[in-house]
């Protein structure tokens, strides 16, 4: 009972200095003090348990979503190969894709294919320039420079895909047309139009890499007399080039999902490319392009399923890769 | 003994704010000066005029004479590469980069132009003999320099600044970021290596400087205040104020 005696004095001198911000003096009256009521959980332990509640209740909710999505795409794509009977192998292998014909006729290769190629292709041709951009930012540009250049990042990644699409279908398919001949539409027209799209990706990722490269690694070889440039291609980028991968991923993610500029510039010919600028359909192109065409529950129905449980299973990939570079990294 | 370093009413501002009022002293050769005082007094500024680290920032300004061998090092004829080479430095923190030990300590090296692998491998094992690390890494030249603990990294630092074969080695506060043990064996390796190079030193470590410097310079404000052998600046200061810090008055 000494102890509470104590604890009372201690409380009433507080509530007399009104050190103790939390308790509303009004309600248990100044002087005197309910030791009881200290020792029961206050308004803000009490806050602190609905705020718990209300976080664990709205992860639960979206850990509920993301399974029944999962699931959903999971029950129709795979119904194609239990219900229809169409032979995984033969879907993965056969360029032959008329699923109205029947369970013979479900050939994704051609778009896996083309999907593949407009993903590395603008891959391969933005790293180079974002890479480049993001040097000029983080190294070379003022301060001011490198806001102005941010602010247009981000301005590019704000613009919707059907504007690059239609940009694309107004520039890009015209001008492949005069110099190749041909409709204009293939993969050649969708890699610029992704090229432009990832870009920016690809950039504001790598100037993020290159900001963590720790300045007294640039101080360091600096002192040893590197140049400017020698410091930047032996230490910086050689530092960063995990997070420039896992950049280069995003960009790949993005450019591998993107459906409505590539259906746009592509043609939408599911035919195996056998050049760039001759029509071809992504997997994504394909889906946009024939979803209002089919009717639930039917194989060609089914089929559209399994090009999206194919697309879900790559991004699965892609954040695997990321995860697998950061963890490397980290080493 | 000759002067390798001479400096002439050096002034540096940032900006508008002049962090060194004319600062002239001259360096021995094979010698260790400990730059003295307390902090925010313009040391390190002082020290990095002299592999001209201060060049990078925006805004400097530095006006006055530093003469490395005769040489003007502010003329605009000056190598930078050459000077840097010539004129080693050691950072605080320890800094390896996240390569293996061997190629940390090739770094300087190669950007020197060395590629005979011979050579390379020689001046490894030369500069990590000398940072007295090389017992300790020999057997893990090519594990990541960083998965070594503190002092090693810093040694090793040592190593890859000495492996250029550098006149002067410049150290800011080398083993203020260590424990008292990593940083006495940095100390003994100094005093080994203090015949062939020529060290100097920041530190806020007074008894560091009494134990093994050979000249000792007072600064505050950005003023030398007092220059002079260790122990008559530890023994007999001239002035009252150089008395008061190194007597841990103030600081
Ligand atoms: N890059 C910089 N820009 C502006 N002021 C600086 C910079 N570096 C140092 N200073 C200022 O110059 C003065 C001397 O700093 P410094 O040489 O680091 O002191 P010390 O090494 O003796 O502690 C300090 O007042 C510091 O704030
Ligand atoms: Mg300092």
């Known amino acids: ?331 | 003994m000759t002067t390798i370093i001479s400096s002439k009413d050096v002034h540096l501002s940032y900006g508008n704010f002049e962090a060194l009022h004319g600062i002239s002293m001259d360096f021995k050769q094979n010698e260790l000066t400990a730059l003295l005082g307390p902090s925010g007094c313009g040391k390190s500024t002082f020290l990095r005029c002299i592999n001209r680290m201060n060049d990078d920032i925006a805004n400097v300004k530095i006006t006055g004479e530093i003469k490395f061998e005769n040489q003007d090092i502010y003329s605009p004829k000056t190598d930078l590469v050459w000077l840097r080479k010539e004129v080693g430095m050691v950072f605080q923190q320890p800094t390896p980069f996240p390569f293996s030990v061997y190629n940390n300590i090739a770094y300087g090296l190669k950007l020197a132009g060395i590629k005979d692998k011979a050579l390379i491998d020689q001046r490894v094992e030369e500069s990590l003999k000398q940072a007295a690390i090389w017992r300790e890494v020999k057997d893990d030249l090519n594990k990541n320099a960083q998965s070594f603990s503190g002092g090693q990294q810093q040694r090793i630092c040592i190593a890859r600044a000495l492996a250029v074969h550098p006149k002067v080695v410049l150290l800011d506060e080398p083993t203020s970021a260590l424990d008292p043990i990593s940083s006495s064996e940095i100390e003994e390796t100094l005093l080994n290596l203090k015949h062939e190079f020529t060290f100097i030193m920041v530190t806020h470590n007074l008894q560091q400087a009494s134990r093994i410097s050979d000249m000792t310079a007072f600064f505050m404000n950005g003023d030398l205040i007092e220059y002079g052998t260790t122990s008559d600046m530890f023994m007999k200061p001239q002035k009252q104020i150089t008395s008061d810090y190194l007597n841990g008055r103030f600081g």
């Open chain 1, 1 to 331: 009972m000494d102890n509470k005696e104590d604890l009372k004095k201690v409380v009433d001198q507080a509530l007399a200095e009104q050190k103790v911000p939390h308790v509303k003096l009004k309600k248990i009256g100044a002087q005197k003090a309910d030791v009881d009521k200290l020792t029961q959980p206050s308004k803000e332990t009490r806050q602190e348990y609905w705020g718990k509640g209300l976080t664990y209740s709205a992860i639960l909710l979206i850990i509920i979503l993301v399974a029944s999505i999962i699931g959903f795409i999971a029950v129709h794509g795979l119904a194609t190969f239990t219900q229809n009977h169409v032979n995984v192998w033969h879907f993965l292998s056969s360029t032959d894709w008329d699923p109205g014909e029947g369970k013979n006729h479900v050939g994704a290769l051609a778009m896996i294919v083309t999907s593949f190629a407009v993903t590395l292709l603008a891959a391969i041709v933005a790293t180079p320039f974002a890479i480049s951009v993001a040097l000029f930012m983080t190294e070379y540009s003022s301060k001011k420079g490198s806001r102005f250049l941010q602010s247009v990042i981000e301005l590019l990644v704000g613009i919707p895909s059907v504007v690059y699409g239609f940009l694309g279908l107004s520039i890009i398919v015209p001008f492949i047309r005069s110099v190749f001949g041909g409709t204009g539409f293939g993969i050649l027209s969708a890699t610029l139009v992704l090229f432009v799209m990832v870009l920016p990706t690809i950039t504001s990722l790598t100037v993020d890499a290159l900001k963590a490269v720790p300045n007294h690694y640039r101080q360091a070889s600096a002192a040893l007399g590197a140049t400017h440039w020698q410091t930047i291609y032996k230490v910086v980028l050689r530092v960063a080039t995990p997070r420039i991968l896992t950049a280069v991923i995003f960009g790949m993610a993005r450019a591998f999902g993107e459906a409505l500029a590539v259906q746009m510039v592509i043609g939408n010919a599911v035919l195996m490319p056998y050049n760039l600028v001759s029509p071809a359909a992504t997997l994504t192109s394909q889906l946009t392009s024939q979803m209002g065409n089919t009717v639930m529950g039917t194989l060609p129905n089914n089929a559209l399923w399994s090009l999206a449980l194919l697309l879900l299973i790559m991004a699965l990939f892609f954040n695997f890769l990321v995860r697998l570079i950061g963890r490397k990294g980290q080493k």
